[in-house]
């Protein structure tokens, strides 16, 4: 054996990688994002988590930065909050509700449906904007797909995005009716089958219908009547006074008029 120091005896070793562990542990939460008003201005920065794949609410624009009308209404909290707005890419399965609740961002803004169960472990704005979900069919609607629904539709796909609203809605009105739920990670994989004709339809909320026919004119339609309205509402984390912030903002919006000019700039069809 090697002169040297003595070895450390077990219990010393143990609570030497107690120590590491609470260390790392520290230095997790202090990574944490906020969850307050005063630790978001405190940093300067406040942590969007967006899911950039539902135009023309978020979606990466040509010079591949995120954009859309739910990133301007982010952008405009940042700015009454008096921080820069970051921007984190996360698929909709992961951000809601981990992301959030986690702490991994401060504040999650992509066409998310506030419903009674969401708000059991996430804090809500105020409704921003009022949508509806509704069949997405091939362009001619050939499976003769629609709502109300009919006994011809019994045993056919019905595609859904994980975690939305849609699947929610598909479980409780579609499923007991016969129908076949396939379940897409991806939304565009959702609308890649119903291109190809793998599925007869795929839900979806309804300013995506009229933005895929502005993108991709002849390709895709709307198919009978909505099948459940919806508001949407930005996140956080539960009992945050973001949230309380985020509400001012909204009623600045509407009364200056900057709320309908981003309306007519994202949504409203020309």
């Known amino acids: 054996m090697t002169a040297g120091r003595p070895r450390p005896s077990p219990r010393c070793a143990t609570l ?30 406040l942590v ?31 700015k009454d909050l008096g921080v820069k707005l970051e921007i984190r890419a996360v698929g909709f399965g992961a951000l809601m509700p981990q992301s959030v609740t986690s702490g991994r961002v401060d504040m999650a803004v992509s066409g998310i449906t506030i419903t009674a169960e969401r708000a059991k472990i996430v804090s809500f704005s105020a409704p921003y904007y009022r949508s509806a979900q509704v069949f997405i069919v091939k362009q001619g609607n050939p499976s003769r797909f629609g709502w109300p629904w009919n006994s011809a539709m019994k045993g056919k796909t019905i595609g859904v995005q994980a975690n939305t609203t849609g699947q929610y809605v598909a479980n409780d009105l579609l499923k007991p009716r016969g129908a076949v739920i396939k379940v897409y990670d991806d939304f565009a994989a959702g609308l890649a089958d119903v291109r190809a004709g793998r599925i007869a339809a795929l839900i979806g909320d309804a300013p995506t219908v009229a933005d895929l026919q502005k993108r991709l004119p002849g390709q895709f339609q709307q198919a009978g009547s909505a099948l459940a309205a919806e508001d949407y509402g930005m996140v956080f984390k539960k009992n945050s006074d973001l949230a309380a912030a985020a509400n001012k903002t909204l009623a600045r919006l509407r009364s200056s008029g900057e709320y309908q000019a981003l309306l007519n700039k994202w949504i409203v069809q020309k």
Do not use: H
Request: hydrophobic share 50%; with cysteine; glycine share 8%.
């Open 48 to 78: 969007l988590g967006t899911d950039p794949t539902f135009t023309p609410f978020e979606f990466k624009g040509a010079d591949g930065q995120i954009q859309g009308f739910d990133i301007d209404i982010a952008r405009a909290v940042a």
């Open 16 to 45: 030497s990688r107690m120590k590491r562990f609470l260390a790392l542990l520290l230095t997790l939460c202090a990574v944490a994002q906020a969850t307050t008003v005063a630790e978001v201005k405190k940093k300067g920065v």
